[in-house]
């Protein structure tokens, strides 16, 4: 008989209409035993970051035919993370391996599919990286921007919530390419992160920007050759107006309008077809057969110092929900992970 | 000393703003002599065939940065049209040439620049063809559909404005190509038109639906594979939440939009995301190196009847403010063209 320990859970509470609030999310308590029951091939698992990611908002409402599940009210949130296998079921896991993949928000989960975790075989970088630099968020910058954007050195590239999780390094991957890079983020502290930390040429507050058009104009006055879309709304109007011939818009997320019951208005498509734009919405699910050569390259990069990357770590699993909700408000600065406990 | 005649010619008054009036268009007539000044390499023309173009419309404002310029108060509107020769001052043309370009909306042209003109080799099929489905009409189907879209046999296309110049051909590429076509357009006439001359799979009456997302779930239950993008706005809208996974937009134009002060909201673009939509926008301007292999395409076919094409002719130069105007309000069945001059 395996040990039975107690499992602290996040729990939503019911699905969520407009912006979501702590309240929406409970902590709540169970016992697990920490072995795969006899007739499984799940892996048992021991959380040790999770990932708060903007497409977890779509998930706390009722979705219909979308790429992703709704989350189960009563049931503990799912989501990225790092764990190290308890015990095992699967022929391709064994106890003590470090994995990352989709988790529960709790101490403790029977992970019932495996064969979608990544095992971890780089362990001389920081664990939390796998929920951001070398998990979900790293394969989302380097397939938008290597797959979907077509970049070529020296052309103009912008990039809005350009100090998250994904902007951070579409960013320096744009600047190792030769190309003239801008971001855009909403305090200042994000602003002095790209222009100091991640070697952007340009940044702007967008909060403080009455025109965004004449922000972009500011920046860009011979226009944008790529925008690295993740916010949507009147940023991607203001942006439409400002991009140049053959310019790419790769679409990443629209984070500005998850929490709206209606999405803004986009005005400005018509510029589509005079600047022969194209327009391109990606999936970071759909690339993730290029994760080891991705490893490749970053790996070195990291170990080089050629790419920083900044994490905004909340400590134990009750911190979960405020750091889940604060993305929403651009409180994060840089990748928010939740460190929930040691290996 | 070569002969003088009147010069009838269609003169826009001022820029235009809103819906476009026949009123913003004047009949003039001024004198030309028949012959191409002694320093020119121009050609001087008679015009045969001229052609009304939605593009056309953007061209009566003030425009800046365009791919187009904008006409002229004053001067003589200026479209594509069918030509004949009847002095040349340019090595590539001589007297009794059929040419189709970029010409005026008067009897008889100078064209300064007589190297951007087609020279018409095939003249066993109507001349006015070459306004059509021969001319840029015919490429924008051909480049769009081909190029841009990347169809595979079997999928799902909807077209809007589908009995227009390019939709109806569009559309019979599609069902030639072997996918399920379904067209759009504004009126029981133009609907018959796409189901029984056309060969469409399906079509409907626009104006007579009350939810445009119910309509296209009417026809394309499993979802659309390809949009072709003739008129913005709200149809664009509801095909966003009807497409399926992959699937493509061409953006041809946006015809619903043309004569707004402000363009409608487009509200459903995070679609792009959760399907992977590519959406492109495309000028012909840029595929007509492709034009030799489009005639060797699409002569056999008209010779053959395997592809129709309808016209909605209108006699005499005067008729030509009328017609262009008529293309807004969706009065043309078919491409409009103006029959000006017999050879």
Redesign the interface.
Known sequence: MAEMVSNKQVILNNHVSGFPKESDMSMTSSTIELKVPHDSNGVLVKNLYLSCDPYMRPRMKKLEG??VESFKPGSPISGYGVAKVLDSGHPGFKKGDLVWGMTGWEEYTLIATPQSLFKIQHTDVPLSYYTGILGMPGMTAYAGFYEVCSPKPGEYVFISAASGAVGQLVGQFAKLLGCYVVGSAGSKGKVDLLKNKFGFDEAFNYKEEEDLNAALKRYFPEGIDIYFENV?GKM?DAVLLNLRLRGRIA????IS?YNLD??????????????????????VL?YYHLYPKYLEMIIPHIKEGKIVYVEDTAEGLESAPPALIGLFSGRNVGKQVVAVACE
Chains 1, 2 share one sequence.
């Not at 679409?251 to 629209?254: A, D, K, L, Q, R």
């Not at 209606?262 to 999936?283: A, D, Q």
């Open positions: 979308s790429y949507g991607l679409v990443c997320g629209m309008q209606k999405p803004e208005g986009v005005y400005n498509l018509m510029t589509l077809i005079s600047k022969r734009i194209r327009m391109e919405g990606f999936l759909d």
